[in-house]
């Protein structure tokens, strides 16, 4: 009697299923991208330079403390009023010397936008949260600033162009691949804003 073979398993296609399914895993996953505050670091002064001095009036002092709990010059406040406090700090113009801002030119106060620095302290029981969100307003703070100095700036002859434009919506546009804007006046014009409102926070622990 003939033997009969054992019949056998095309196992070809079951490697293409197994490379679609492949495939479909590595576009369906998502990675996590670790995320972190965005900032740049001063850059580091000559030796034979001499140093700053700085007026305690120019320096805005935000702490948070072991609690949470948030102390602007030394007093209590809630974080919603903090971005407003930051902004009248910054825009105060004390000195006169700055002619775009609508601040009260308290004497006793910040002198100009480029002068004022903002220190932001915490200790080492501030939660992570409350941290992150004292940040988001301070660069708030900034933000509404900048984003005012945009609209006055796009409402001129030179910067029409950038007309009804804020200033986060520059910097947006800036980097869009697909804007068809002139890119080159857009940049010098972001600049012109960082010059005229820096960010200078301080953190210290």
């Known amino acids: 009697m003939a033997k009969r073979s054992a019949p056998e398993v095309n196992a070809g296609s079951m490697a293409d299923i197994a490379f679609l399914l492949l ?13 972190g505050i965005n900032r740049k670091l001063p850059p580091i002064q000559p030796p034979d330079q001499e140093p700053v001095i700085l007026k305690q009036k120019n320096i805005f002092t935000v702490l948070i403390n072991g609690k949470d709990q948030l102390l602007v010059e ?20 004390g000195d006169g ?29 501030t939660s992570y949260a409350a941290y992150i969100s004292v940040q988001n307003e301070l660069v708030g703070a900034y933000n509404d600033l900048r984003n005012r100095r945009a609209l006055e700036l796009g409402s001129t002859a030179k ?12 910097q947006d546009n800036h980097k869009d691949v697909r804007f068809t804007g002139n890119k080159t006046k857009l940049k010098e014009l972001i600049d012109q804003i960082k010059i ?3 960010l200078k926070l301080s953190e210290v622990q």
């Not at 407003?84 to 113009?93: H, M, S």
């Not at 775009?100 to 903002?118: L, Q, R, T, V």
Request: proline share 3%; charged share 35%.
């Open 23 to 35: 495939i479909f895993f590595l576009v369906t996953t998502t990675i996590e991208k670790d995320s």
């Open 97 to 125: 010397s700055c002619t775009y801002c609508k601040g009260k030119k308290d004497i006793h106060s910040s002198d100009n936008p480029d002068k004022a620095i903002i220190s932001l302290k915490n200790e080492r029981e």
């Open 74 to 93: 030394d007093e209590l406040m809630e974080l919603k009023d903090l971005r407003k406090a930051a902004v009248e700090f910054l825009d105060n113009g």
């Open 196 to 198: 005229e409102i820096p």
């Open 159 to 170: 910067w029409s162009q950038f007309r009804d434009m804020n200033f986060v919506e520059m």
